[in-house]
């Protein structure tokens, strides 16, 4: 007698054995993540497709150092190397003619705080750091805080230290 | 030279000669059916190679410019109604068709010759053919885009505060023109450097 069949044997085994345990968790719930509920297996619809808000009203910041959200829709602006729209309308130049905010000064300095005449290289993709806003929830809460909220707090409580 | 003009004189003649088979009423009925399948016939070619898929049955502009138009509103929005490409890049008044269809026979040069037939040979052209467009729209008053966005019955409280504030201002007096402002709205850019306004 060979052994030649014994995995296969092995396998036949392993299989029944699985198939026989109806308990066995094989479509599990999904963790939720993105799109909470449902199981592995199952495919939900995608959340829909909000528009982007176009107010032009300036949002407040988070931090001071956040890059200010863009208030307005910003579809079909190109913005690669050959052109940038953004500056059309926010570059020192332009933000007189157009009234759009001028973009911060610090996008005019190298790394090491030094002036260029032009917008810095590793400023020049706006929408690394300035992104537009939709109007929809987030799809993951947090519990930020902003800084006059934090003291507002630490203020108010009593028997703190000093 | 002598005896092509004897030879020319020759069908000289034929012409000027009455019809001795044929009579006037065939003649003059047969000129004015003839002609209308002439004509017909001429307007039926014409109106064929201005459609999209007579632009798009070359390697040239599908895979280059038809490509980028598809990503725009001009290709896909919530009303869909769409721009095909003669809608922009041909006039639709006759003189200034037939004009612009004239000035086409060189774009059937640069097909046969090959001179965007890369994708490479294309972006190295491309601001040179942008700017063919850009001065062609500034010189009729942007006459492709008014030909759908008619400024006498823009809205301007249903644009958005920028959107009014230049619509109001400087294009309604004139001062500039649709293609000042909305370049690259259906195609991608070439390097804008020393284009007013970029």
């Known amino acids: 007698m060979s052994y030649r069949l014994l995995p296969l044997l092995l396998l036949a085994v392993f299989g029944i054995a699985v198939a026989s345990d109806i308990n066995y968790p094989l479509d599990a719930p999904a963790p939720d993540g993105r799109r909470p509920g449902g199981t592995l297996s199952q495919d939900l619809a995608a959340p829909k497709l909000s528009s982007t808000e176009n107010k032009d009203i300036k949002r407040e910041r988070n931090y001071p150092e956040q890059p200010p959200t863009i208030p307005h829709s910003i579809r079909g602006y190109h913005l690669d190397k050959n052109s940038n729209k953004c500056l059309s309308c926010h570059s020192r130049a332009n933000s007189a003619i157009t009234q759009a905010p001028m973009i911060s000064i610090t996008h005019y300095m190298d790394r090491d705080g030094q002036a260029l005449a032009a917008v810095s290289p590793r400023r020049y993709f706006c929408n690394q750091c300035h992104v537009p806003q939709k109007d929809t929830p987030p799809l993951v809460g947090n519990s930020f805080k902003d800084i006059d909220t934090v003291l507002e707090q630490e203020t108010s409580t009593p028997n703190r230290n000093p | ?198």
């Open chain 2, 1 to 198: 030279m002598k005896s092509l003009f004897a030879w020319l004189k020759g069908y000289w003649c034929t012409l000027r000669r009455p019809s001795l088979h044929f009579s006037l009423g065939f003649l003059t009925l047969g000129g004015f059916i003839a002609g209308i399948i002439f004509w017909g016939g001429f307007n039926t070619a014409l109106e064929v190679t201005n459609t999209e898929q007579f632009c798009t049955s070359c390697h040239e502009m599908r895979d280059n410019v038809f490509a980028e138009l598809k990503d725009t509103i001009h290709y896909s929005n919530r009303s869909g109604v769409r721009a095909t490409c003669p809608d922009c890049h041909v006039p639709h008044k006759w003189t200034d068709k037939i004009a612009r269809k004239m000035q086409a026979s060189k774009e059937v040069w640069g097909k046969i010759f090959g001179t965007i037939n890369t994708r490479d040979k294309f972006l190295a052209h491309r601001r040179e053919l942008a700017e063919h467009e850009w001065k062609r729209l500034k010189a009729n008053d942007s006459l492709e885009c008014r030909n759908c966005h008619n400024f006498d019955f823009m809205d301007f409280t249903k644009q958005s505060k920028r959107a009014a504030k230049m619509h109001s201002t400087s294009l309604a007096s004139g001062e500039a023109t649709c293609i000042d402002c909305h370049k690259g709205i259906a195609h991608q850019l070439p390097s804008m450097s020393g284009v007013p306004g970029w």
